[in-house]
T-cell receptor, first 111, second 112 residues
């Protein structure tokens, strides 16, 4: 059974600081996704990582994938309040099949 | 193309009542997925369709739950004899074959 674990579960940080969220998964995977979710809202796709060593960046967020270690990271650079949300990673073991999500990381960025 | 839509967006029902949710996928997406998300947790897979065929169901999908996609377009998820534990956000997603899933806005169910 595929398991996806994120840490930390909760992260409170000051504006301007850097931090990394980790996502570990238990079996080989075709794809890994990062999503953002605001309270009461649906999922907003941030990144799709397809291969070992993949790195993608959008604004202050950068995601990477190490398929050998079964690890993905989401790095936040110089955090701003607008980044406050819950971030989920999700693994797709076979292309086109269901996603298995991590438990989420609730990020609060304080002024 | 307006994206995945779900109806209703919010539903409050009394325990024991039946409820039905609808999902309209992005046109020409032949795969459609249902997920459930309880408060403070990540979404959990329920079931998915390829065209009108239901290809996989999670163990979470008890016999009180049924999903259909009769013409391979929209889908419905029905919960019979609702329980308080059914309170959650129900998310629908669609995708072309082998590609990224696009999520709808969700239906929030509250069972009182």
């Amino acid at each position: 059974e595929l398991k996806v674990e994120q840490n930390p579960l909760f992260l409170s940080m000051q504006e301007g600081k850097n931090y990394t969220i980790y996502c570990n998964y238990s079996t080989t995977s075709d794809r890994l996704y990062w999503y953002r979710q605001d309270p009461g809202k649906s999922l907003e796709s941030l990144f799709v990582l397809l291969s070992n060593g993949a790195v993608k960046q959008e604004g202050r967020l950068m995601a990477s994938l190490d398929t050998k270690a079964r690890l993905s990271t989401l790095h936040i650079t110089a955090a701003v309040h607008d980044l406050s949300a819950t971030y989920f990673c999700a693994v797709e073991p076979d292309a086109g099949n269901m996603l298995t999500f991590g438990g989420g990381t609730r990020l609060m960025v304080k002024p | 193309d307006t994206g995945v839509s779900q109806d209703p967006r919010h539903k409050i029902t009394k325990r024991g009542q039946n409820v039905t949710f609808r999902c309209d996928p992005i046109s020409e997406h032949n795969r459609l997925y249902w997920y459930r998300q309880t408060l403070g947790q990540g979404p959990e897979f329920l079931t998915y369709f390829q065209n009108e065929a239901q290809l996989e169901k999670s163990r979470l999908l008890s016999n009180r739950f049924s999903a259909e996609r009769p013409k391979g377009s929209f889908s419905t998820l029905e919960i019979q004899r609702t329980e308080q534990g059914d309170s959650a956000m129900y998310l629908c997603a669609s995708s072309p074959p082998g590609n990224e899933q696009y999520f709808g806005p969700g239906t929030r169910l509250t069972v009182t």
